[in-house]
């Protein structure tokens, strides 16, 4: 039976760029599994089972529900055990929560500010003014004022991926020779961006970059069939 995935969408229902979703994507890819990535505008979320949450992604396995990225890597590592790893173990898994922690509190805050009002501009007419009023009840400033002045802010956004950048100079992935979980953990920021906003993030000479672009072809170019903004 094929997963289904809910998966965040913009006005143009194929452009889909949660960084959390896109996590749930690559795992899901990752274990071989086949899976349909149903689109789900902000203000549908909650009609997914009946409420069962208020944010995706969610993951419908043959009724078996599961909510947010991460658990849904651990169960997709438990429920198809003989399908390639996404953690590698016990010890895999504590250092993709390491991962996680250094991404959601390092990489997606700066990352939001520099393109939280394209995000904004790509989405449907109801979904943009949920966007707006929840977030800038959440910052308290317009979501014009937010992104404004990006490219001031551009070098310290780039500066927070330096643990990365030191990594990648040692192996090809956080994971080692191949990909892991704590790939997909920050690959889906990077593709969040790449799919909703045309800012340049990274210089061409980057590691980071480079590694990102491994990324993008795993998976047959799963990353790939989802074309950047213009």
Known sequence: MTIILYDLCARDQSRRFSPH?????????????????????FTRIR????????????????????????????????????????????????????????????????????????????????????????REKRFGRPLEDLQAGREGRLDAFRLA???????????????????????YVVFGPLQWARVISPFQLLGTDDPVAAWFERCLDLHDGLGRTMPAAA
């Open 161 to 183: 991926l330096q643990p990365l950048r030191v990594m990648l100079g040692k192996q090809p992935f956080l994971g080692g020779t191949q990909p892991l979980f704590a790939d």
């Open 21 to 41: 979703c896109w996590k749930a994507r690559m795992a899901l890819a990752h274990k071989g599994l086949d899976f349909e990535a149903r689109p789900t505008p």
């Open 47 to 134: 009609e997914i089972g009946d409420g069962f949450s208020p944010t995706v992604p969610v993951i419908d396995d043959g009724g078996k529900l599961v909510r947010d990225s991460f658990d849904i890597a651990l169960y997709l590592e438990d429920a198809y055990p003989d399908r390639p790893s996404l953690f590698r173990g016990d010890g895999g898994k504590a250092s993709a929560r390491f991962v996680e922690s250094w991404a959601l509190s390092a990489v997606h805050p700066p990352l939001l500010g520099l393109i939280i009002k394209d995000i904004h501009d790509e989405l449907d007419t109801p979904d943009q003014a949920y966007f707006r009023d929840s």
